[in-house]
């Protein structure tokens, strides 16, 4: 792929990324996005994150790249910047509530706009045998990363998000789906099971999106969650010895179908390119309201 010269645009949002991963504080000069619609995108440092921030950088949106990898996070910026395209980076833990705080405060205060949110960091259920571990705060990790810390940015984000609708808000989930218990939603008790913990994780990111679909009717922000293809060749597939079923790209078709497709309409579970049923306890509006209500505590947003 051809380099072509830097626009003036791209020198700003450069010099920007400069001061983002160095570490200064929201008091440095807001990103420049001209006249660009602005995606933030979670995890795109690596895996399907990464395809969908490229995807959005080719048509035509600003891109914030987010992941804990800060060489991975600059060439990503660097590859959107290559082809002309707009984009800086925020380095985040999202096993750290601290950390997703200022990374809200970061996009409140540099971004006068925000089109896109995607959802997407995430870990997997782990080896097998995988025992359980906690967040910084406390909490079980898939749940902290997966849900926990998606949830505090979605809210804390709202606003930003209402102001600039239409805007669309998707959260990448998964067909692994478990129903949670809320006597052991942090997985205490019991043998622990790495693939319950991020399929309770993954259904909890649905119901948000059910819960938040409800809220933002008539405001012109969609919420919508998509499970992108069952396998693919990213590295949380990989590092645990699967086999690949699907390609990345597979997989990026369906998010950016969501994220670009008045069709997809809001409050829908998309099993790749179909409108499907998620797991029951989805629809269960008590158990909906238990959920809200118990992350609004963990967050400390209640
Ligand atoms: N792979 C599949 O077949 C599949 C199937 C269904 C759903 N999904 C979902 O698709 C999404 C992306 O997964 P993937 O397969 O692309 O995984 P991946 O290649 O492992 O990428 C995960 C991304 O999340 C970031 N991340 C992980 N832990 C983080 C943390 N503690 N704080 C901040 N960022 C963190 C990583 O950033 P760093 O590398 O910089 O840490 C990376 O950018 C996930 O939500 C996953 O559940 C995947």
Known sequence: MSIRPRSLLATLVLASVAALVS????????????IRPVALVTGSTDGLGRDVALRLGAAGYHVIVHGRNEERGRAVVEEIQSTE????????????????????????ADYTRLDVLVNNAGIGRGPDGATREESQDGHELRFAVNYLSHFYLTRT??????????????????????????????????????ARAYGQSKLAQIMMTMDLAVELEGTGVTANAVHPAIYMATSMVLNRGGTPMATIDEGADPVM??????????????RQA?????????Y?????????????????LN
């Open 23 to 34: 570490g200064e504080t929201a008091t440095a000069q807001a990103v420049d996005t001209g």
């Open 274 to 282: 179909t409108n499907a049923r998620a797991q029951a306890q989805a």
């Open 157 to 194: 984000l709202l606003p930003l998000l209402r102001e600039s609708a239409p805007a669309r808000i998707v959260s990448i989930t998964s067909t692994a789906q478990n129903a949670i218990d809320f006597e052991n939603v942090m997985l205490e008790r019991g043998p622990y099971d790495g």
């Open 284 to 300: 269960d509006l008590e158990a909906r309201r238990r959920l809200h209500e118990l992350s609004l505590r963990l967050v400390g």
């Open 257 to 270: 179908q969501v994220i670009m497709s008045p069709l997809a309409g809001s409050g829908n579970y998309w």
């Open 85 to 108: 395209g707009s984009a800086s980076l925020i380095i985040a833990d999202f096993a750290s509530l601290a950390n997703v705080r200022q990374l809200a405060a970061k996009v409140l």
